[in-house]
């Protein structure tokens, strides 16, 4: 409006000599301007004059006067029309429309009868319009069943579509689908709605969600060669597509060209999410092909949906293609899209298109993501390609990525299964240092990766190189050296290393953890229990890790060493740490395999603490009662440490002996706990059914074992 008022101040500054043009520009202009007083200020001032206005000029003056609601103009106005003779059925129809302002329906259908059948000299066409201003301010007033007797009694196309408009903005659609259908079965001529009134039919039931009916007008329109415009083609697809109607929407898009339309790129990008959610990733990929060779660009976000779903079904012909057409039109893909292209490459043994796609994204200034670095730099330790490892490893500190340290880990590994490793371990140790400055967590990974390759010698060369570089080695790297030592078996020069790590501090408890639970893992129970014991004189306020209980008492046990495991027992008492299942496990297993345990365990020392469980392994080295019932062993056990399946199958074992089929009722149990039987649950029973002479059954346990995916071990395939 403001703009209106700007040009009509312009304009009284112009006037010339075009009086009579002037005067109805300004008059319409403040009418249209929603200033009719001055409008009718002006045409005071014009007909003083001698002046008058035009036809069109009259009737803009009308309209503005009942849209203001000053309906004292309105009466005059309109009786300086007819004066003029310029009465028409615009006339009329404003009229209606400002009796229906005033709420006065009765005089506007009144009006409009004695119009129509009268005529008043006037010539009306077909009266219409003068029928659609009060259809339309009935409906506006929520008269819509005195509007439908009015459009019964003179229904004509403009009429229909302002009715069928009003029932769709009022959300009566079922009336507007109900009239549409009686019009149909109309032996006159057929109406048919325009484009607009068929969208916003289209555009409720869409709301609604009956799709059906939308896709029958859309069938309906096309029967009656009105083509959809791109509102309705764009709504209708996207719609489609978010209920799941994929083929409908399919055929849709097919349509377009016939139709001579185009997409919206939100309908593109809805069409094409749907197609790659349900699986049609051909058909997407055929879209965006059709859609560039025909000139049209759908824009980047169909390139990433694309690009997602090829690498997700690993279509890669497709996506390789999709990559350089992508490039071509200088559409930059996502760095989540790279990422999975470069993984679906790596995922299918395509190392090499995968490291070229790295080197070409380099070049073109993209960062390969870290995701993507990692399943690079794992397909190459895979493929033993040490070498390109190592390299995209530099790289990877280098965009200042942080491998983790099974990433470090693999490839040094990788590094020692090539030809000549002692020179690559040492290049990549200098690339690492040259970008890290000499940290100490960089010389700690190496001297990890060289132990775990059971190579000491590597490993203490980069421990006296890095306390040459002046950086102190710390209680983490003393540690990884002793693994590295143990784990090759190096057992003096564990030992001298160790024994160092004492002058030079104060023995911590992860490096007495480590080393005892080394020395037994590599079959050592004499000098672990020397080391504890010694540790343990000498530092009481160290208290042992409970794997390092666990190891030292396993490892007793299969040397038959009890009388140290009761000692060991007595000491973890005392510190507070709890019997462990796996600890439990073992003296269960070695009372029933052994009696010289509980014979060791009466000898000795046992603490009130450890009765219970001197008792139990008493119990299950058949020293006393024949028989125990079911529950009451189990209890006896859950008193002394948790239970697993592994203790359950010591259980077993037990009952197996003498009670076989109260061991049948025991595995009933252990199920009906929740605890999977695994496959020495099965044998456990299988060989006890047989020794008791029951094949048959034994048969049956074997066949069930072998039901649920467990491999007989060859003593029991020989059994049976």
């Known amino acids: 409006m403001s703009l209106i008022f700007n040009y009509l101040e312009d304009y009284n500054k112009h006037r010339g000599r075009h009086k009579a043009s002037f005067h109805n520009i300004c008059v319409m202009g403040y009418a249209v301007a929603g200033k009719p007083e001055i409008a009718l200020q002006l045409f005071g001032r014009m007909r003083y004059q001698g002046m008058d206005l035009d036809d069109f000029a009259y009737h803009v003056l009308l309209n503005a006067l009942v849209e203001e609601g000053c309906f004292d103009g309105v009466e005059s106005v309109s009786r300086q029309i007819k004066n003029?003779?310029?009465?028409?059925?615009?006339?009329?129809?404003?009229?209606?429309?400002?009796?229906?302002?005033?709420?006065?329906?009765?005089?506007?259908?009144?009006?409009?009868?004695?119009?129509?059948?009268?005529?008043?000299?006037?010539?009306?066409?077909?009266?219409?319009?003068?029928?659609?201003?009060?259809?339309?301010?009935?409906c506006k007033n929520n008269q819509f069943d005195k509007a439908g007797k009015l459009v019964d009694e003179f229904g004509e196309f403009h009429v229909y579509d302002i009715w069928i408009r009003e029932l769709v903005r009022a959300r009566k659609v079922d009336g507007a689908m109900e009239f549409l259908q009686k019009t149909r079965n109309q032996k006159t001529t057929l109406y048919v709605p325009d484009v607009f009134r068929y969208n916003s039919l289209i555009l409720r039931l869409l709301k609604e969600k009956r799709l059906e009916e939308v896709c029958d007008l859309v069938i309906e329109m096309r029967e009656n060669n009105i083509p959809p415009d791109e509102f309705t083609m764009n709504i209708v697809l996207c719609f489609f597509c978010k209920a799941g109607m994929v083929d409908i929407a399919l055929k849709l898009y097919d349509s377009?060209?016939?139709?001579?339309?185009?997409?919206?790129?939100?309908?593109?990008?809805?069409?094409?999410?749907?197609?790659?959610?349900?699986?049609?990733?051909?058909?997407?990929?055929?879209?965006?092909?059709?859609?560039?060779?025909?000139?049209?660009?759908?824009?980047?976000?169909?390139?990433?949906?694309?690009?997602?779903?090829?690498?997700?079904?690993?279509?890669?012909?497709?996506?390789?293609?999709?990559?350089?057409?992508?490039?071509?039109?200088?559409?930059?893909?996502?760095?989540?899209?790279?990422?999975?292209?470069?993984?679906?490459?790596?995922?299918?043994?395509?190392?090499?298109?995968?490291?070229?796609?790295?080197?070409?994204?380099?070049?073109?200034?993209?960062?390969t993501t870290e995701r993507a670095y990692n399943n690079l730099i794992n397909g190459f330790i895979k493929s033993k390609r040490g070498d390109i490892a190592s390299r995209l490893l530099t790289e990877m500190k280098e965009k200042k990525y942080k491998p983790s340290p099974n990433l470090y880990r693999g490839v040094i590994q990788c590094v020692f299964e090539m030809e000549n490793p002692e020179k690559q371990f040492e290049k990549l140790l200098e690339r690492q240092l040259c970008l890290h400055e000499f940290k100490c967590w960089v010389f700690n990974v190496f001297i990890e990766g060289a132990g775990i390759a059971k190579r000491p010698e590597l490993a203490k060369q980069v421990y006296e190189m890095m306390k040459r570089s002046g950086v102190l080695p710390n209680v983490s790297s003393d540690i990884l050296m002793l693994k590295s030592y143990l784990e090759s078996e190096k057992i003096s020069d564990s030992l001298d290393f160790f024994y160092d790590i004492l002058k030079r501090r104060k023995i911590g408890r992860k490096a007495y953890n480590m080393m005892v639970v080394g020395l037994c893992k590599v079959n050592k129970p004499d000098i672990a229990l020397s080391i504890?014991?010694?540790?343990?004189?000498?530092?009481?306020?160290?208290?042992?890790?409970l794997i390092c209980y666990e190891e030292l008492i396993y490892i007793l046990c299969k040397y038959k060493r009890y009388d140290k495991v009761m000692d060991v027992i007595n000491d973890m008492v005392r510190v507070g740490r709890p019997l462990s299942s796996f600890i439990g496990n073992n003296l269960l297993l070695y009372s029933l395999k052994d009696q010289e345990l509980y014979s060791t365990w009466v000898d000795s020392r046992s603490t009130e603490s450890t009765q219970g469980l001197r008792e139990l392994v008493g119990l299950f080295s058949d020293r006393f009662r024949e028989d125990i019932d079911v529950e009451e062993l189990e209890e006896i056990v859950?008193?002394?440490?948790?239970?697993?399946?592994?203790?359950?199958?010591?259980?077993?074992?037990?009952?197996?002996?003498?009670?076989?089929?109260?061991?049948?009722?025991?595995?009933?149990?252990i199920c009906e706990k929740g605890f999977k039987p695994n496959q020495w649950t099965y044998e456990t029973l299988v060989h006890g059914f047989y020794r008791h002479g029951r094949a048959n059954d034994a048969k049956v346990w074997l066949e069930e074992m072998q039901k649920r995916g467990f491999t007989p071990s060859e003593a029991t395939t020989v059994l049976l």
């Open 638 to 669: 859950r008193k002394c440490f948790p239970l697993d399946i592994f203790t359950y199958n010591m259980i077993l074992r037990k009952l197996i002996k003498k009670q076989v089929d109260d061991a049948s009722r025991m595995f009933r149990k």
């Open 84 to 138: 003029r003779g310029l009465e028409s059925e615009i006339t009329h129809s404003i009229l209606v429309k400002g009796f229906c302002r005033k709420k006065d329906f009765d005089k506007a259908e009144n009006y409009l009868r004695e119009v129509i059948n009268n005529n008043n000299g006037v010539t009306i066409k077909s009266g219409g319009h003068i029928v659609g201003a009060l259809v339309d301010g009935l």
């Open 256 to 367: 377009r060209t016939e139709l001579g339309l185009t997409l919206t790129s939100m309908s593109f990008n809805y069409l094409m999410n749907t197609l790659c959610g349900d699986g049609s990733v051909i058909d997407a990929y055929r879209i965006l092909k059709n859609s560039l060779d025909q000139g049209y660009f759908p824009g980047k976000r169909a390139f990433s949906i694309l690009a997602d779903a090829l690498c997700k079904v690993d279509k890669l012909d497709m996506m390789n293609e999709l990559y350089q057409v992508a490039l071509e039109y200088k559409v930059v893909l996502t760095d989540k899209n790279l990422e999975n292209y470069i993984n679906a490459l790596c995922r299918n043994g395509m190392l090499e298109d995968a490291y070229i796609l790295h080197v070409e994204l380099n070049r073109l200034d993209k960062v």
């Open 532 to 545: 504890f014991l010694e540790v343990r004189e000498k530092g009481k306020s160290v208290r042992p890790s």
